[in-house]
């Protein structure tokens, strides 16, 4: 998988339609040129993060009025949505 520039992929689509030429003549953008434009679109420079709730090491440390509290020695304020550089994802993710 790759990733992509989005917004770059539309204006370059968006230019493909609206060129003068074919707007003159009413002319549609052929397949060809929209695959051509997607695998030309810019790759973003992107790391894969793994998220507290995801990770091996975000683990109850205690329960207290039947819920449970959860943190790691990474992330003492259990916020579940945080990550780090060393988190492993669970296997049952």
């Known amino acids: 998988m790759r990733l992509i520039e989005a917004e770059s992929l539309v204006l370059e689509?968006?230019?493909?339609?609206?060129?003068?030429?074919?707007?003159?003549?009413?002319?549609?953008?052929?397949?060809?040129?929209?695959?051509?434009?997607?695998?030309?679109?810019p790759t973003v420079d992107a790391v894969p993060v793994v998220r507290c709730k995801d990770c091996k090491q975000y683990k109850t440390i205690f329960t207290w009025n039947g819920k449970e509290y959860k943190a790691c020695e990474k992330n003492p304020h259990g916020d579940e949505d945080w990550f780090c550089a060393d988190g492993e994802r669970k296997d049952d993710v």
Do not use: Q, S
């Open 13 to 41: 689509v968006d230019c493909l339609e609206t060129c003068t030429c074919r707007k003159a003549h009413g002319w549609m953008v052929p397949v060809n040129e929209v695959c051509r434009t997607i695998v030309e679109a």
